[in-house]
């Protein structure tokens, strides 16, 4: 065998070994993009059932709380109520003690039918149904500023912020938590409130200069057990399709940004 033979065998053998690591390389890439993907997907998965499951934790609480309150003013109400009844029935011929039991059944009422105000408050709150959303987060405004506690800002959109009653009461609520989480942990002195009508959605802005938190401890602390307030959060905003960011531009000014679909927030 000649030199020039050998050399020809030994840069093919080369060739080919480089030939085999590239297609090894290749495949052993895709593999781990593979798994990867599967990793992502799995724990997609996790995150919409935990989502779900918090809707669903959010939804029974909901459920639960009207019905315990039914249960133990309106229906207790009642009870006494229909014993009034029975007294009234029974003393017809005593104006005074029939005097004196219309008097308590009066008060009774009165009683219930500010506890059943209160729970349809609870379902609908009637701001949103005089005023819509942008009104209602001006009163909300008002409300938090006239304690004292922390000084709030309402900037109004430029142009129309129209929404469905169903969008209006899912993106009041998620303020309502935010604003709530801000006065409660972000140790801030100032919020601010912008509405903004853009062309493929509608976005709701709350910044302040208090402590800031990032997506990724949002989704930590709501794994937890502790975390319900921020799951009611992202359970609302995946009943409304919405987005929801937190941001952190400073050390002085956090942002929490909620988006949502131009074409969802008229449905």
């Known amino acids: 065998m000649n030199t020039t033979t050998a050399l020809l065998i030994i840069g093919t053998c080369v060739m080919l070994f480089f030939a085999f690591f590239v297609v090894f390389f290749v495949l052993l890439h895709q593999r781990r993009m593979f798994e990867n993907r599967s990793i992502i997907k799995e724990k997609e998965n996790i995150h919409q059932k935990k989502l779900m499951d918090a809707s669903i934790e959010v939804a029974e609480l909901e459920r639960e709380k009207i019905a315990k309150d039914i249960h133990d003013d309106v229906g207790s109400a009642l009870n006494v109520l229909n ?26 009422l009165e009683s219930s ?29 008002r409300q938090i500023k006239n304690t004292n506690a922390i000084e709030i800002t309402f900037n109004p959109p430029d142009e129309d912020f129209n929404l469905s009653k169903r ?26 409130i ?73 449905n």
Not at 115 to 133: E, H
Not at 167 to 192: D, G, P
Not at 213 to 235: A, C, T, V, W, Y
Not at 242 to 265: G, H
């Open 113 to 141: 039918i500010e506890n059943i105000r209160g729970i349809a408050r609870d379902l609908m709150p009637p701001i949103l149904i005089r005023l819509g959303y942008e009104n209602g987060l001006l009163e909300l405004c």
């Open 167 to 192: 969008v209006e009461l899912q993106l009041y609520r998620i303020v309502q938590e935010v604003i709530n989480n801000i006065i409660k942990h972000a140790q801030a002195s100032e919020i601010t």
């Open 194 to 266: 912008t509405l903004q009508s853009k062309t493929l959605f509608q976005s709701t802005e709350i910044s302040h200069n208090g402590i800031g938190i990032s997506s990724d401890m949002i989704n930590q602390l709501s794994e937890g057990k502790g975390g319900f307030g921020l799951r009611s959060i992202q359970s609302r905003a995946q009943m409304i399709n919405a987005t929801v960011q937190y941001i952190t531009v400073c050390a002085t000014k956090s942002l929490i940004t909620i988006d949502v679909p131009a074409n969802e927030s008229n």
């Open 83 to 108: 014993l009034h009844l029975n007294r009234i029935s029974r003393n017809l011929d005593n104006k005074t003690v029939v005097a004196e039991i219309v008097k308590e059944s009066k008060g009774l």
